[in-house]
């Protein structure tokens, strides 16, 4: 019986994990430029409900672009 190492390193997963988080940071921002901008009246620009979403709308965005990256590359 064999054991064949790991394809990802620690390094590796490490790399992809912060750099995950890095996108999503920039994500969020470029999310919150262009929706709390906009004219309306519920969410103010310097609401902390309003960042919390763009953040969670731009963590979404990054998952779906790692997880689709992955699709298309690996399975």
Known sequence: MSTQ???FSGYMILVLVLSFFVISYFM???VHSAWM???KGSVKKDSRMGWILCM???TGITGWMFYYGYYVNFL
């Open 37 to 39: 901008y906009e004219d």
């Open 56 to 58: 969670i709308a731009g």
């Open 5 to 7: 190492p790991s394809d």
């Open 28 to 30: 969020g921002m470029l």
